[in-house]
Nanobody, 115 residues
Framework: QVQLVESGGGLVQPGGSLRLSCAAS????????MGWYRQTPGKQRELVAT???????NYADSVKGRFTISRENPKRTAYLQMNNLKPEDTAVYYC?????????WGQGTQVTVSS
């Protein structure tokens, strides 16, 4: 059984920074894609950033230049460094791992950007 545990969310002022972590456990194929998604009430979950096991990254236009996704393969952990946070970044952030043909989600962590 694959489990993902996110941490690092919280309340931060506009312009501040947070670092989210996602630790994966269980049996996971070594070739996989880890990603961060976010969701606000009444809206669909949207992609924030993804990273392959080889290190290739992809970002939503809204976070390019502000967020950085990274991973440590031996630890099976992914990170999302979020800088220059804006109120519109407020959401529940979810970690996902896709190892064909399965994908797994974490429970989510709240990020609130407010003064």
């Amino acid at each position: 059984q694959v489990q993902l545990v996110e941490s690092g969310g919280g309340l931060v002022q506009p312009g501040g920074s947070l670092r989210l972590s996602c630790a994966a456990s269980g049996s996971i194929f070594s070739s996989n894609v880890m990603g961060w998604y976010r969701q606000t009430p009444g809206k669909q979950r949207e992609l924030v950033a993804t990273i392959t096991s080889a290190g290739s990254t992809n970002y939503a236009d809204s976070v390019k230049g502000r967020f950085t996704i990274s991973r440590e393969n031996p630890k099976r952990t992914a990170y999302l460094q979020m800088n220059n946070l804006k109120p519109e970044d407020t959401a529940v952030y979810y970690c996902k791992i896709f190892a064909a043909p399965y994908d797994y989600w974490g429970q989510g962590t709240q990020v609130t950007v407010s003064s």
